[in-house]
DNA sequence: ACCCGAAGTGGAACCGGTTCCACTTTTGTA
DNA sequence: TACAAAAGTGGAACCGGTTCCACTTCGGGT
């Protein structure tokens, strides 16, 4: 077990002081000769020499390292929107370190100390939608803070990389209106959160559109964890006029929801249209393959690296900002044109 | 913005000096007077004091991080793998900096660099294979590495968590055995990975012990990454005398066989019985809901924490540590007897 | 030849903790 | 009561970088 060498020793090694080393580690904060330059560079070479994170960041002040908090990475979603952004970090020289939160505000709190306890100079998350002050105290001491897929109403000045919930609610509620379906149920996220509301208002805007009334009942919030989304779709197949079609807007409750409709044994699309809001390949395997909207992981991950990381070089001008960036309507065959004479 | 509070504020706040406020911080280090660690305590409460993460590791040498390096994270045995991970390190006080190689040495490499200048305590890893100068150079540097997954013979003395391959390989082919098929095919991972080979040693075995000749055409080991798993199915399928049961043992590559076998619209299990090693509740939903071999990410996950966390405090002896763990077989409706005039 | 500014360099303070050690105050025991 | 051992405390060095500043050495303009 052997010891890492210091810049002390390549100072020596080298002959020059530590300041010319510092010097050449970081370039453009000040003049180095560039015959000392290259001897330091070979030095450092051949000593394996690299800078510890530790006591750069102590004396700098802030880690290159920004904080990733989401819910939980069984949820594919999730998984995929991280890997995303730990790939796109790695290219920029970032690291991240991963917390989850199980969509607890109190372990998202134990998490976001944490991270200032890191000194992390960015967080980009899911945030479950309470400690708005802890959030706000964060921000305080200058941590660049960027919520993905969901936010925070109540904190003024933080950046946002989202889908147009409105619009893909919207989207695929009018499509099964197009197919002459009159009863729609969505099962879609807590109204306490944006993703939830902004879905509710897109179903209820393309119903008024299509001057349709809305049936309350046929729309359920239900929580992120746990089974919500299999007990909701079982109560909506067990209502005396029971939904034609269905949307499953709770990303994180749609393998909850296609589980119960499977067990059930409902034939789709025959009894029962279904749209998801998934990013799920295997949704594309199943019989039949559902129609999907499917979240452009990508943009979103990209769009909340690049704001974070341009917050830290103070890139952007104050004000926070907003992103909403386009979801894709998969239609497969898992929607059909209401049939006149329905089995059932 | 403001500036967060040192150890020497609360010094001062508190009446007392630094090493009593340490000392405080970090039990067991000294002895304090209780009276003026109530004060201290109530002054590190009253000004919100946490200690600054990156000063601790500076002096103490090391971190309370561990790196979790994995191939990717869309890939859900790794997803749920890393949650499981990050979730147990929590409970222990522990983060987890988070990098994926892409199964690429390159990638692999560095990542392990960066993990170095971040002074990490351990690394759990699935690792791709090479490097293995540079795995040993990381332990030499007193870093604890535990191998989840797979492992790196090479290298002598690293700890090992994985499921019983030979076993399971095993017990799956001779399920497929007894059902009377001869004609078995197995997609597994490279021969150059522990993992591929153990699973094709319990293959083999397994038609050894029924005195059942292996055709070595039906052995495909296909990387990782890409599509391998599909275009070996397909070439599979269109074998003069193409198999009558199918094995993917390669985990990241289940999503793409599957894929073939659904899109060439082989009747499973009529035309082909099929068991996959997978741990995605997706295959349940499928019809047929697919027979697997369930990796239990829980155990994997709790043991690779526990000795990476062991080492950390010098709990275990000197040697490596080999731990492998019971993968559950789940017979569901993919597999049939095979028919004695198939219909094809 | 002379002076001024820019380039190049090293010394030393600093970031915020931990830890060793010397010193003072208790405490316990003969 | 006396004195050693234990408990409690603060000062200061240290971890390994960055950065400020003072100093030397150039080169160029007049």
Redesign the pocket.
């Known amino acids: 077990m052997k010891?890492?060498?210091?810049?002390?020793?390549?100072?020596a090694a080298a002959?020059?002081?530590?300041?010319?080393?510092?010097?050449v580690?970081?370039p453009d904060?000040?003049?180095?000769?560039?015959?000392?330059?290259q001897e330091v560079v070979r030095v450092i070479d051949e000593l394996g020499?690299?800078?510890?994170a530790?006591?750069?960041e102590?004396?700098?002040?802030h880690a290159l390292t920004i904080g990733l908090v989401v819910t939980d990475l069984s949820n594919p979603f999730f998984a995929r929107l991280a890997d995303r952004i730990v790939w796109e970090a790695r290219s920029h020289g970032v690291q991240v370190v991963l917390m989850t939160t199980q969509e607890d505000p109190h372990l998202e709190a134990d998490s976001l100390d944490t991270l200032l306890d890191r000194s992390v100079s960015g967080v980009i998350a899911t945030p479950t939608g309470g400690n708005v002050e802890k959030w706000a105290r964060l921000q305080d001491l200058g941590v660049n803070v960027v919520f993905v897929d969901r936010t925070i109403e109540e904190l003024g000045d933080a950046d946002v990389v989202s889908i147009e919930n409105f619009d893909s609610a919207q989207r695929s509620t009018e499509y099964l209106i197009g197919l002459g379906h009159t009863r729609i149920a969505l099962v879609t996220g807590p109204r306490s959160t944006s993703t939830g509301r902004a879905r509710i208002s897109g179903y209820t805007a393309a119903h008024e559109s299509a001057s349709l009334a809305v049936d309350p009942l046929l729309i359920r919030d239900v929580p992120f964890r746990g089974d919500a989304g299999g007990d909701a779709v079982g109560s909506l197949l067990a209502m005396p006029q029971p939904p034609t079609a269905l949307i499953v807007g709770n990303t994180a409750q749609v393998q909850s929801s296609v589980r119960r409709l499977v067990q059930t044994g409902v034939r789709i699309p025959d009894d029962l249209s279904v749209i998801v809001f998934d990013d799920n390949p295997w949704t594309e395997l199943m019989s039949p393959p559902l129609s999907v909207i499917r979240q452009p992981l990508d943009m979103l991950a990209v769009h909340a690296l690049e704001l974070v990381l341009g917050r830290m070089q103070g890139k952007f001008p104050e004000g926070p900002r907003l992103i909403e960036v386009k979801a894709d309507f998969l239609p497969r065959n898992s929607c059909a044109p209401l049939a006149h004479a329905p089995a059932r």
Do not use: E, H, M
């Not at 002959?15 to 010097?23: F, N």
């Not at 020499?49 to 510890?52: A, C, I, M, Q, T």
């Not at 102590?58 to 002040?61: I, K, M, R, V």
């Open positions: 010891k890492a060498p210091t810049i002390r020793d390549v100072a002959g020059v002081s530590v300041s010319v080393v510092s010097r580690l970081n904060s000040g003049p180095v000769a560039s015959a000392k330059r020499y690299r800078p510890r530790a006591a750069r102590l004396s700098g002040g």
